[in-house]
């Protein structure tokens, strides 16, 4: 496979060279020649195939583009109005045609001679989404995409002030590392406090997305929306029983992990008992980790870092870099959160996030990397449609990136001890997200399979999932209520519900990889450059099988690689 990493924007074909979206009536031509025109041979079926394609990688783009700019000025009014009109009045429009145009396909003699190798998922989803369209959910799903981008809104607007100083939630949470526990504390205070002023607001914009989401279910013939959107997501390799077999696997196997090292930060502290503000601190004497100072640094230490790893995933960064596809550095009026953005047109993503000189922040830029390369590799496939790869090998290219970037992390730490500590960092977040994935998908499967709840219902709930699935070991009294809504911090549940158990299937295999790769580093790196490159022209089985893993979230399967874990971590010195 090829070393360096080069890209370039498909000349277009079918679009004029010029063309930019700007009402569905310049847009609805296209779609209309799309639809009347003739199919009579397989060659006309594969031109208005790529015509097609040509056609929503312009839309997607362009759609992701204001996404991107509302993001990252939740204030800018121009940028909100852009996005709520393309919601409101382009993709309403275009989904009457793209549900026509998904029948012509399906409906014509020439398609049973496409490769099945490589139409076979793309077919499969198309025939699932003609099952489910209907019409009158159109308005109802226009509707959603503006609500549930409130979200950010609201969470933009939250900050704090600390010593005259005003800083984003995102950048009061490195306080929450520093060795003075005083400050931790005030800190973390301001924060639930913050967060719980607007806790009423996200109730009720939470109800109003529950609401709307229930009717989209109802009218495409569904008892209610979890089963509705298990379809909708093309969840076709598991089943809401397989989820449950991961929250009790993960339950049984993960959480002693979790305690274990909870443990381990509780006796470096040397405290009798952990409050909330201890969970990522330091002892006195020993600073936070602070591995770069601004954006830039950072950008030019994960390129260093990706160097390291092979010139190709180093040169991705670089060419994102040269094309200003990186707004790394939190700020007052930012969306929170960070997240890469494939942009389908030109191929070259770009990366979103809230760095605030932290190894969280590091993290972060490692995991959006790994998307960002896989949005490289799979550039080059003929049809859009084929580089629409499922969030279960998405995230498997992210996570991956995570570990296999950690032993050239010397390049943010130049002392051992520092290093080490990084190290230890990141083996935390892998294993206490996994109860948490377990506890925000169980409170999904709830919230979705029970609508009408009350809020004081949904409360209760998620308290007991979140006992579940929680060590025992910190001590939240006087929190109770900040704690009650803690799930409101979670984006996901608002913007896009059922995304995230994807997370914890492919952090399984992210563990699986490193396995792989701790065993023969440069066959794990090019199986996963090969699986990234097939997009979506493979089953999940298939997708994983390439990269040399199981796709298995079995209790048998999880407690064995949670026993390499647990060997990994007696190397870092944790028993």
């Known amino acids: 496979m090829n070393d360096t990493a080069t890209i370039s924007k498909p000349v277009r074909h079918y679009l004029p060279a010029d063309f930019k979206i700007t009402t569905w009536e310049t847009l609805q031509p296209y779609f209309e020649d799309l639809q009347n025109r003739s199919l009579d041979t397989k060659q006309q079926l594969e031109d208005w195939l790529k015509d097609m394609s040509e056609l929503e990688a312009v839309i997607s783009e362009d759609a992701s583009w204001r996404q991107i700019n509302m993001t990252c000025d939740t204030a800018n009014k121009d940028f909100e109005e852009a996005f709520n009109y393309f919601c409101l009045e382009i993709e309403p429009k275009m989904k009457p045609y793209f549900f026509e145009l998904n029948k012509k396909l399906l409906d014509n003699t020439h398609t049973a001679e496409l490769d099945k190798s490589t139409y076979f998922p793309y077919l499969r989803s198309v025939d699932n989404s003609i099952k489910l369209y209907r019409e009158e959910n159109i308005p109802v799903q226009a509707e959603l995409s503006v609500l549930a981008q409130q979200y950010g809104v609201i969470s933009g607007k939250m900050s704090i002030e600390l010593d005259g100083k005003e800083y984003t939630l995102q950048q009061a949470a490195k306080f929450l590392q520093k060795p003075d526990r005083e400050l931790r504390e005030k800190v973390f205070r301001a924060v639930a406090a913050r967060r719980l002023q607007d806790k009423d607001e996200l109730n009720k914009l939470f109800d109003n997305l529950l609401e709307r989401r229930q009717q989209v279910a109802k009218n495409a013939g569904f008892d209610n929306y979890r089963d509705y959107k298990f379809k909708e997501l093309g969840r076709f390799d598991y089943t809401p029983d397989d989820c449950f077999k991961f929250h009790e696997a993960v339950r049984e196997h993960i959480i002693p992990l979790q305690r274990m090292l909870v443990e381990h930060r509780r006796?470096?502290?040397?405290?009798?008992?952990?409050?909330?503000?201890?969970?990522?601190?330091?002892?006195?004497?020993?600073?936070?980790?602070?591995?770069?100072?601004?954006?830039?640094?950072?950008?030019?230490?994960?390129?260093?870092?990706?160097?390291?790893?092979?010139?190709?995933?180093?040169?991705?960064?670089?060419?994102?870099?040269?094309?200003?596809?990186?707004?790394?550095?939190?700020?007052?009026?930012?969306?929170?959160?960070?997240?890469?953005?494939?942009?389908?047109?030109?191929?070259?993503?770009?990366?979103?996030?809230?760095?605030?000189?932290?190894?969280?922040?590091?993290?972060?830029?490692?995991?959006?990397?790994?998307?960002?390369?896989?949005?490289?590799?799979?550039?080059?496939?003929?049809?859009?449609?084929?580089?629409?790869?499922?969030?279960?090998?998405?995230?498997?290219?992210?996570?991956?990136?995570?570990?296999?970037?950690?032993?050239?992390?010397?390049?943010?730490?130049?002392?051992?001890?520092?290093?080490?500590?990084?190290?230890?960092?990141?083996?935390?977040?892998?294993?206490?997200?996994?109860?948490?994935?377990?506890?925000?998908?169980?409170?999904?499967?709830?919230?979705?399979?029970?609508?009408?709840?009350?809020?004081?219902?949904?409360?209760?709930?998620?308290?007991?999932?979140?006992?579940?699935?929680?060590?025992?070991?910190?001590?939240?009294?006087?929190?109770?209520?900040?704690?009650?809504?803690?799930?409101?911090?979670?984006?996901?549940?608002?913007?896009?519900?059922?995304?995230?158990?994807?997370?914890?299937?492919?952090?399984?295999?992210?563990?699986?990889?490193?396995?792989?790769?701790?065993?023969?580093?440069?066959?794990?790196?090019?199986?996963?450059?090969?699986?990234?490159?097939?997009?979506?022209?493979?089953?999940?089985?298939?997708?994983?099988?390439?990269?040399?893993?199981?796709?298995?979230?079995?209790?048998?399967?999880?407690?064995?690689?949670?026993?390499?874990?647990k060997g990994a971590l007696n190397e870092m010195g944790i028993n």
Request: overall charge negative.
């Open 267 to 565: 006796k470096r502290l040397g405290l009798d008992v952990m409050r909330p503000w201890d969970t990522d601190a330091e002892p006195l004497g020993t600073e936070p980790l602070h591995p770069f100072e601004t954006g830039k640094e950072l950008t030019e230490k994960a390129i260093t870092v990706f160097k390291d790893l092979g010139s190709y995933f180093g040169g991705c960064l670089e060419i994102m870099q040269d094309m200003h596809r990186l707004d790394l550095e939190s700020r007052k009026g930012k969306a929170p959160g960070g997240y890469n953005c494939p942009l389908a047109e030109t191929g070259v993503p770009f990366i979103f996030m809230n760095a605030a000189g932290t190894i969280g922040d590091v993290i972060t830029m490692m995991h959006e990397g790994g998307h960002a390369v896989h949005s490289f590799l799979s550039h080059d496939l003929a049809l859009n449609a084929f580089k629409e790869y499922p969030m279960e090998i998405a995230e498997l290219a992210s996570m991956s990136m995570e570990l296999f970037s950690m032993e050239h992390w010397d390049v943010f730490f130049d002392d051992d001890g520092q290093l080490k500590r990084a190290k230890i960092e990141e083996m935390e977040r892998i294993i206490s997200v996994l109860p948490w994935i377990a506890t925000i998908d169980k409170f999904q499967h709830w919230l979705y399979t029970n609508p009408g709840h009350t809020v004081a219902q949904r409360e209760e709930e998620w308290m007991k999932i979140l006992n579940e699935f929680s060590t025992g070991i910190t001590d939240w009294t006087g929190f109770e209520e900040y704690r009650k809504n803690f799930w409101q911090k979670q984006l996901h549940l608002y913007e896009v519900p059922f995304y995230y158990i994807e997370y914890g299937i492919a952090q399984l295999g992210a563990i699986a990889m490193w396995r792989q790769y701790r065993g023969n580093k440069q066959q794990a790196l090019e199986n996963y450059k090969k699986a990234l490159a097939l997009g979506y022209t493979k089953t999940l089985k298939e997708l994983y099988a390439t990269a040399g893993i199981q796709f298995d979230f079995s209790p048998a399967y999880i407690q064995e690689l949670g026993s390499f874990v």
